[in-house]
């Protein structure tokens, strides 16, 4: 298991720019798939983005295609979510996630998650 820690959340007004990052402990950062998910008040938890272990392939939720992007540096043991243009619907804990299997953890099976970091877009 890898243990995670997000930080980066804060307060924006709609159409700003927050960035996420999510730092990851253990030697083995670079086998793992990483991941965000964001859960509203009264939602389910749902899947935002997720990258293989190289970075080099990214997947993204429909909602946010275009305005969020994830990256990862191998060398920090760290994974980002740049989120521009934000919306007041973006407002949720976000979740940092890891898998070894880019596919599954793409479809929410998740072996660690973070403790979560709360974005608050405001009009």
């Known amino acids: 298991q890898v243990q995670l820690v997000e930080s980066g959340g804060g307060l924006v007004q709609a159409g700003g720019s927050l960035r996420l990052s999510c730092a990851a402990s253990?030697?083995?950062?670079?086998?793992?798939?990483m991941g965000w998910f964001r859960q509203a008040p009264g939602k389910e938890r749902e899947f935002v983005a997720a990258?293989?272990?190289?970075?080099?392939?990214?997947t993204y939720a429909d909602s946010v295609k275009g305005r969020f992007t994830i990256s990862r540096d191998n060398a920090k043991n760290t994974v980002y979510l740049q989120m521009n243009s934000l919306k007041l619907e973006d407002t949720a804990v976000y979740y940092c996630?890891?898998?070894?299997?880019?596919?599954?953890?793409?479809?929410?099976?998740?072996?660690?998650w973070g403790q979560g970091t709360q974005v608050t877009v405001s009009s």
């Open positions: 253990g030697r083995t950062f670079s086998s793992y798939a």
């Open positions: 990258s293989d272990w190289s970075g080099g392939v990214t």
């Open positions: 996630a890891a898998h070894t299997n880019f596919y599954r953890l793409r479809n929410g099976v998740v072996g660690s």
